[in-house]
């Protein structure tokens, strides 16, 4: 198995993942992706493991529980969502090292 950091040594340019983060009542697990569809099939296994522990209907079909679950969960603060993010690799310099995020020159604040 390939893992991110033998992916990203075989690509020249930067990789995009994909970061998913689901939000409950017990905290909050993140996982990290190289493909958009893993990131909606988590939020679907989410979605029907739990579904019968929430509702009393039956669960809608696989391509829609996911946005389903999580529409009517956000009024219990259950969330999930995802981002696209590059893997920073290394090889550059920053412009201003004392700022760890880049442009902004306030030492990473706004």
């Known amino acids: 198995m390939l893992s991110i950091s033998d992916h990203t040594r075989s690509n020249s340019g930067p990789q995009t ?3 998913a ?9 993140v996982r990290v992706f190289l493909d958009a569809a893993q990131a909606q099939a ?3 296994r989410i979605a029907k493991e739990w579904w019968h522990h929430e ?3 039956d669960p809608p079909p696989d391509d829609e529980i996911g946005t389903e ?5 956000l009024e219990h603060d259950e969330f999930f969502s995802t ?4 893997i920073e690799g ?3 310099e920053p412009t201003d090292p004392a700022s760890p995020v880049p442009g902004t020159g306030h030492g990473g604040t706004t």
Not at 21 to 29: A, K, V
Not at 69 to 73: G, P
């Open 17 to 19: 993942v994909h970061v």
């Open 21 to 29: 983060i689901y939000e409950h009542r017990h905290g909050t697990d």
């Open 42 to 44: 988590w939020r679907t």
């Open 55 to 57: 509702f009393d209907d």
């Open 69 to 73: 679950y999580f529409e009517r969960m």
């Open 83 to 86: 981002m696209t993010c590059e």
């Open 90 to 92: 290394g090889r550059h």
